[in-house]
Antibody, heavy 122, light 109 residues
Framework: QVQLVEFGGGVAQPGGSLRLSCAVS????????MHWVRQAPGKGLEWVAV????????YYADSVKGRFTISRDNSKNTVYLQMSSLRVEDTAAYYC???????????????WGRGTLVTVSS | EIVLTQSPGTLSLSPGERATLSCRAS???????LAWYQQKPGQAPSLLIS???SRAAGIPDRFSGSGSGTDFTLTISRLEPEDFAVYYC??????????FGQGTKLEIK
């Protein structure tokens, strides 16, 4: 069964840090690029970051560049999002999502996790 | 950045009717790299259409996508009760500058 499960969300203070994890099963992680996409409460979707299948390339939205870092451990079937210098406006549900491109980054999302909620508040 | 504007914001229709959702881009989307997603309350989005018109695996043929350049349309030919949800378009024509529309809520009339 193909599955993506995010965890690690919670409450953090402004300026604090949090690390999200996305555990995948049912497919070979090392064959796919992986994204993080977020959704503020009651709002639309915002792409956050992507990492290529082998971890050689990563790209970020301007809103998180320099503060967030995407990484992956294909041997553990897990993708991570390290979030630092958190701001109130980072409050959102964070979804990991699979890119169907394989060896290249297609840029859209064919499988999604259920999301984990991050709340940044003092 | 390519800005996507979806219209209408809310669409009220009855089961069995035809739904037409619009997505307009602020500049031409390269290779028509435009996707559509459906999101039901409390759930993650799910992929419906990629490449402007290619249905994802398992998507019923009542869903169809069309358009090119800056104007794209998602059509649901005959609405089923499970189709009432929020729909988002997304462009992926500009590498690492991916953007979504603000969404169209399809509600039961």
């Amino acid at each position: 069964q193909v599955q993506l499960v995010e965890f690690g969300g919670g409450v953090a203070q402004p300026g604090g840090s949090l690390r999200l994890s996305c555990a995948v099963s049912g497919f070979t992680l090392s064959r796919y690029g992986m994204h993080w996409v977020r959704q503020a409460p009651g709002k639309g979707l915002e792409w956050v970051a992507v990492m290529s299948f082998d971890g050689s390339d990563d790209y970020y939205a301007d809103s998180v560049k320099g503060r967030f870092t995407i990484s992956r451990d294909n041997s553990k079937n897990t993708v991570y999002l390290q979030m630092s210098s958190l701001r109130v406006e980072d409050t959102a549900a964070y979804y990991c999502a699979r890119d169907p491109g394989g060896w290249y980054i297609a840029g859209y999302f064919d499988l999604w996790g259920r999301g984990t909620l991050v709340t940044v508040s003092s | 950045e390519i800005v996507l504007t979806q219209s209408p914001g809310t669409l009220s229709l009855s089961p069995g009717e035809r739904a037409t959702l619009s997505c307009r881009a602020s500049q031409s989307v390269r290779n028509n790299y435009l996707a559509w997603y459906q999101q039901k309350p409390g759930q993650a989005p799910s992929l419906l259409i990629s490449g402007a018109s290619s249905r994802a695996a398992g998507i019923p043929d009542r869903f169809s996508g069309s358009g090119s350049g800056t104007d794209f349309t998602l059509t649901i030919s005959r609405l089923e009760p499970e189709d009432f949800a929020v729909y988002y378009c997304q462009q992926y024509g500009r590498s690492s500058l991916y953007s979504f529309g603000q969404g169209t809520k399809l509600e039961i009339k």
